[in-house]
C-alpha cells in the first residue's frame, strides 16, 4: 500500500538525479549484456548462431511487453516499492540465466529479463514528479544521459568480461550489480504516494483516450516514431555500406561506432537545459534539422568511413536532443498520468524503430546507400511537418475555446 502520507517534493538533491542516472544506465545495460556473447552461448548450450539470436529478440520482445504492461502500474503502485522491487526481480532472471543449461529455459529468462528492464521508463517519469518545475527538464536530461550511456557501455564491458570470465560471469555479475543498486534506491529513493485510486485494469482502459486528451501527446508520439526510425535506417544498414566500402570494413568496425553514443548522451543533457530556455517544441525541431544535416553529409561524402562517422555524430545528437525534449512535452502535462503517457510515447517510439529497421533493410536492396540517404532525410521532413501542422490545429483548437 502506497505511504498516502509522503509530501511530494519540489525539487530533488543533485546526487539523487545522478544515482537514478545510474540506476537508469544500469538496468537498461541488462537488455544488450547477450548481444556480445551469442557465439560463445550457443557453443556452451549446443544451438545454432542462429537459433542463438532469438535471445537479444526475445529481451527486446519482453521490454516491448513491460512498456506496454508494466509501465503503467507507476501511476497505481508506490514507485520506490515498484522500482525496487523490479530490479531485485531482475537480479534473479539475471542469476538464473547465467545459470541456464538448456535453450528453452535461457530463452524464457532473456525474455523475463527484458520485461524487467522497463524500470528506467518508471524512472524518468518519476523524475518528473519528484523535480520542482524549473529543474524537471534539466533532472528528466541527465537521467537519460546515464541510460544512453549504459546503452552505450553495455556491450564493451559484456565482451571484456565475457572473454576473460565466460559469459555466465557476465550474468552472475550483473545480478551482483541489480542487488547493490536495490538496496541504493531503497535508501535513498522518497517514499511516493499513488497518482491515481484507480485499478489496473482502468488505468490500461484509459490509454488510448489520452490522446485524445492530450493532443501534444499525439504530437511527441508521432515525431518520436519518426526519429527512431531514422535511427533503425542508419543501424540496419551502416554494417551492409561499411562491407561495401574498398576497405571491406565489417562488423567489428560497425560496433566501433557504437563509440559516438557519447554525443548522444551529451545532446540528452544538453536538450534537457536548453528545453527550459528555448521550448521544447524548438528543440525537437533543431534536432530533427540536425538529423536531416546528417544524412546529407554522409550522402554528399560519398559514404566514406570518415562521412559515416561524422554523420553518425550528427544523427545521434539530433535523434537525442529530440527525445528528451519530447519528453519535456509531454512530462507537462498530466502529472497523475505521466507513467501511462510515456506508455503511449515509448511504445509508438519503439514501433517506429522497428519499422525503420524494415524499411532499411528494403531500401538498402533495392536503391542502395543514395536510397537509404533519401530515406532517412524524408522521414525527418515528414517529422518537421508534422510538428509544424499538429502545433498549428492544437492552436486553432485552442483559438476556438
Not at 512498456?67 to 530490479?87: C, N, Q, S
Not at 491515481?196 to 490500461?204: D, I, P, Q, V
Not at 534537457?272 to 528555448?278: E, F, K, T
Not at 505521466?338 to 536503391?367: C, D, E, H, P
Request: net charge positive.
Amino acid at each position: 500500500m502506497a505511504d498516502s502520507n509522503a509530501v511530494r517534493p519540489e525539487g530533488v538533491s543533485r546526487s539523487l538525479v545522478l544515482v537514478l542516472a545510474l540506476a537508469g544506465g544500469a538496468v537498461v545495460a541488462n537488455l544488450y549484456y547477450s548481444q556480445p556473447l551469442l557465439a560463445e552461448i550457443a557453443r556452451a548450450i549446443g544451438i545454432s548462431e542462429s537459433r542463438a539470436g532469438l535471445i537479444p529478440a526475445l529481451t527486446q520482445m519482453g521490454y516491448g511487453l513491460g512498456l506496454l504492461f508494466l509501465i503503467p502500474l507507476g501511476d497505481k503502485a508506490e514507485r520506490r516499492r515498484l522500482i525496487v522491487t523490479l530490479v531485485l526481480l531482475a537480479a534473479v532472471a539475471l542469476l538464473f540465466t547465467g545459470g541456464a543449461n538448456s535453450a528453452l529455459l535461457l530463452f524464457a529468462l532473456n525474455l523475463v529479463v527484458g520485461l524487467l528492464s522497463v524500470v528506467p521508463q518508471i524512472i524518468v517519469p518519476f523524475v518528473a514528479t519528484l523535480s520542482g518545475p524549473a529543474d524537471r527538464n534539466r533532472n528528466v536530461g541527465t537521467v537519460m544521459s546515464g541510460l544512453l550511456i549504459g546503452i552505450l557501455l553495455a556491450r564493451t564491458a559484456s565482451g571484456f568480461l565475457g572473454e576473460h570470465l565466460g559469459w555466465r560471469f557476465v550474468y552472475f555479475i550483473a545480478a551482483g550489480v541489480m542487488v547493490v543498486l536495490a538496496v541504493l534506491l531503497r535508501i535513498m529513493l522518497p517514499a511516493s504516494r499513488e497518482e491515481t485510486g484507480a485499478s489496473y485494469f482502468a488505468l490500461m482502459r484509459s490509454i488510448p483516450g489520452l490522446l485524445r486528451k492530450l493532443p501534444v501527446l499525439g504530437e511527441a508520439a508521432v515525431n518520436g516514431a519518426l526519429i527512431f526510425g531514422v535511427f533503425s535506417v542508419f543501424w540496419s544498414t551502416l554494417v551492409f555500406k561499411l562491407e561495401a566500402l574498398p576497405a571491406h570494413f565489417g562488423a567489428q568496425t560497425a560496433g566501433l561506432f557504437g563509440l559516438v553514443g557519447a554525443s548522444g548522451a551529451l545532446a540528452a543533457n544538453l536538450s534537457g537545459r536548453l528545453a527550459d530556455r528555448m521550448g521544447p517544441c524548438r528543440i525537437v525541431r533543431i534536432g530533427c534539422t540536425v538529423v536531416f544535416g546528417s544524412w546529407a553529409v554522409m550522402w554528399l561524402g560519398g559514404g566514406s568511413v570518415w562521412a559515416l562517422a561524422c554523420g553518425a555524430v550528427l544523427l545521434d545528437f539530433g535523434i537525442q536532443a529530440s527525445h528528451v525534449a519530447n519528453q519535456a512535452l509531454i512530462f507537462a502535462q498530466m502529472p497523475e498520468a505521466r507513467s501511462r503517457i510515456n506508455t503511449v510515447y515509448m511504445v509508438t517510439f519503439f514501433t517506429g524503430g522497428a519499422i525503420g529497421s524494415l524499411a532499411g533493410s528494403y531500401t538498402w536492396k533495392q536503391a542502395g546507400w543514395t536510397g537509404v540517404c533519401v530515406l532517412g532525410a524524408a522521414l525527418m521532413v515528414i517529422a518537421l511537418a508534422a510538428s509544424f501542422l499538429m502545433e498549428a490545429r492544437r492552436e486553432s483548437a485552442w483559438a476556438r475555446l
